[in-house]
Every structure is written in structure tokens, then in C-alpha cells.
């Protein structure tokens, strides 16, 4: 059965910035705590924006 408990707590704090800064950077505003009137294409950007990041991080890390 699936879990939404995060494995390293301490992560959270620093997820949550990674997610307002992506979402600033796609023009989404974000509040603390509950965001459920966002659209689904607003919400979609941000996590998009959120992968695009990881994914070039991972990529410069291998060079």
C-alpha cells in the first residue's frame, strides 16, 4: 500500500522552496499549506518545471 510519508523528513522544508521557486519561475503564485483552486494546467507547470530542473541538475552532475 502506497504511503505519503516522506522516507527523509527533513526534506520537506527544502522540497516546498523547490516547489515555490519553480512555480515563480513559471509565473504561479503559490501560498503556504492548501493550493486546490489552482488549475490543472497551472499545477502541471509547476511540477513540469520541477522535473525540467531535476533532470538538468542530474544531467550537469554527470559531466
Do not use: C
Not at 14 to 24: D, I, N, Q
Not at 39 to 57: E, F, P
Request: no cysteine; aromatic share 4%; glycine share 12%.
Amino acid at each position: 500500500m502506497a504511503s505519503n510519508k516522506s522516507l527523509v523528513p527533513e526534506a520537506k522544508e527544502a522540497l516546498s522552496r523547490f516547489k515555490m521557486e519553480a512555480a515563480s519561475e513559471v509565473g504561479v503564485n503559490l501560498k503556504q499549506g492548501y493550493n486546490g483552486d489552482l488549475t490543472s494546467k497551472q499545477a502541471g507547470s509547476v511540477g513540469g518545471q520541477m522535473v525540467k530542473k531535476m533532470i538538468k541538475a542530474y544531467e550537469d552532475g554527470m559531466k
